[in-house]
């Protein structure tokens, strides 16, 4: 036997490392193999394998592929980067029975990582995932038997073995599949022609995996545009790849200088996989995904769509609040769209759409999984057959400015004090602020407090980074601070 050295733990989403330390190709390639096992050999399908635009990216996918292929699976590359969505509609569109995709999401350069795809084309199942996670920390895996430790008659493992894996164009499909999903070109063709005239888009990838994608649809229906962060660049320069505030200064200056004197400017930023979304208005004001979130699933109700919508614990209330005054159930998961997505493809579901706080929102009749790119095009196409830009989208809704004050703060602690947080928080120890107006509590994923007024509080640390996140909201923005301020104040000591 061959003990393993380096114990493999999938997080929120999947697996991630420093590229050289805690992911190497080693790691990839077992992985790769417990996904192999667990599918039982060929006779389980196919595994499809995408990549994005990090360092070493490809050469990863490529020993994952290797690994897969020498082990009886067939196997199929992309032809180049794609966003993980596309990834997971190859998956589901090609009758695949997994996929692999080699990213690190939003996390910084010097990171790498992994995720699984399930056959319905979302992220795999948590039982799933820490059935290969038992597989790969397994006493008995030995990475050099692995690969022919299948029940794969000898010819079939041959052909493989062969032949290695295969490439395939990712990309021509799913474009093909969104346009028409979201009806954007008829939605193009139909436009007020003052308003087409005044759409101008900025699209903001990120140096990720979603270069090529928005202006590829753009320019073919001759959507003025403008690129920026659109080179590949596996340090991020200057940048976390995450559509968030803090990290879409260029962005929001951009939009600032161009877009005085027309609303119907807007900027659209994909992260590191583009599975996240982002927005920057005409003004330069930052559109986080809640706004983005309610702007969509309204729309969709206008449009006939009915039934159920799930959110994470972290999302803002404006989701309660439409499906409340429509009369649609609610469900609330634990962080990580897997979760969403488990809610989705249950027997019986009626849910049709599902989102995140850190901008993953998806539509289940698209895909059970997040997609920036998707999104991203519903935004414009409701913009264009409304005539309304995305402020006026947003107000409308409540008919009144939007109404809620949302601010997430990502604390970094040593491990001993966020341990030590934690345990205090369980034990109730903790100071919680304003303790005596706390009406509810709920600790399905960190540590959720409801306040009397509307407002709550959620601490929770990061299934994917040291870091200790703390979120806020309320109708006020000054409480909202002081939320943040006085959490802030309690962990530090100040």
């Known amino acids: 036997m061959i003990s393993v050295p380096i114990l493999i733990n999938f997080g929120t989403d999947g697996f991630r490392g420093i590229i050289g330390d805690n992911f190497t190709f ?13 599918l039982k050999g060929a006779s389980r399908g196919t595994v499809a394998i995408g990549y994005d635009t990090r360092f070493l990216s490809k050469e990863f996918a490529i ?20 966003p993980s969505p596309v990834l997971s509609y190859f998956v589901k569109n090609k009758t695949c029975s997994a996929g692999i995709m080699i990213t690190a999401s939003h996390n ?25 996670e038992r597989i790969a920390n397994g006493p008995d895996f030995d990475e050099e038997t692995a690969k022919i430790n299948y029940y794969v008659d000898s010819d079939t493992l041959k052909s493989y073995a062969d032949n290695g894996f295969e490439y395939a164009d990712f990309k021509s499909d799913y474009i093909k599949h969104i346009i028409e999903f979201t009806g954007f070109g008829d939605a193009i063709h139909d436009a007020d022609s003052n308003t087409l005239r005044r759409l101008d888009v900025t699209i903001d990838p990120m140096f990720g995996a979603g270069i090529g994608y928005l202006s590829d649809i753009l320019n073919r229906f001759s959507v003025k545009c403008d690129l920026i962060n659109e080179g590949v660049n596996p340090s991020f320069p200057g940048l976390n790849p995450e559509p968030i505030d803090n990290n879409l200064c260029k962005l929001k200056s951009f939009l600032k200088k161009k877009g005085a004197g027309n609303k119907f400017a807007l900027g659209l930023a994909t992260d590191g996989d583009a599975d996240r979304i982002g ?28 039934g159920s919508v799930v959110k994470t614990v972290s999302v803002s209330k404006s989701i309660d609040n ?53 999104n991203a095009l519903m935004l414009l196409k409701i913009m ?12 409308d809704i409540f008919d009144e400015p939007y109404p809620y004050s949302y601010k997430r703060e990502d604390l970094h602690l040593p491990k001993k004090d966020k341990e030590s947080l934690i345990n205090d928080l369980n034990s109730g120890v903790f100071r919680v602020p304003f303790e005596k107006e706390v009406i509810s509590t709920n600790f399905m994923d960190g540590f959720k407090f409801e306040y009397q007024d509307d407002s709550w509080l959620l601490v929770r640390p990061s299934g994917t980074e040291p870091v200790l996140r703390v979120y806020a909201e309320s109708r006020d923005k000054k409480r909202t601070e002081l939320l943040i301020n006085m959490i802030k104040k309690e962990i530090y000591n100040l």
């Open 322 to 374: 439409i499906c409340k005054n429509h009369g649609l159930k609610l469900f609330e998961v634990p962080i990580g769209f897997k979760h969403i997505a488990a809610v989705m493809i249950k027997d019986g579901s009626d849910v049709f759409m599902g989102g995140e706080e850190s901008g993953g929102i998806g539509i289940t009749s698209h895909l059970p999984e997040r997609d920036g790119i998707l």
């Open 26 to 38: 080693k790691i990839v390639n077992r992985i790769s193999l417990s996904l192999g096992r667990y």
């Open 63 to 82: 020993t994952a592929a290797e690994a897969l292929a020498s082990a009886g699976i067939r196997t199929i590359l992309s032809d180049n980067f794609c």
């Open 108 to 132: 910084p350069y010097m990171f790498n990582g992994l995720k699984f795809k399930s056959s319905f084309g979302g992220s795999m199942l948590e039982r799933d995932v820490k059935e290969i």
């Open 279 to 306: 927005a920057v208005d005409f003004n330069g004001h930052f559109i986080d995904s809640h706004k983005i979130f309610s702007i969509i699933l309204n729309y969709l109700i206008k449009e006939g769509y009915s």
């Open 384 to 395: 264009l057959v409304s005539r309304k830009n995305i402020n006026e989208l947003l107000n």
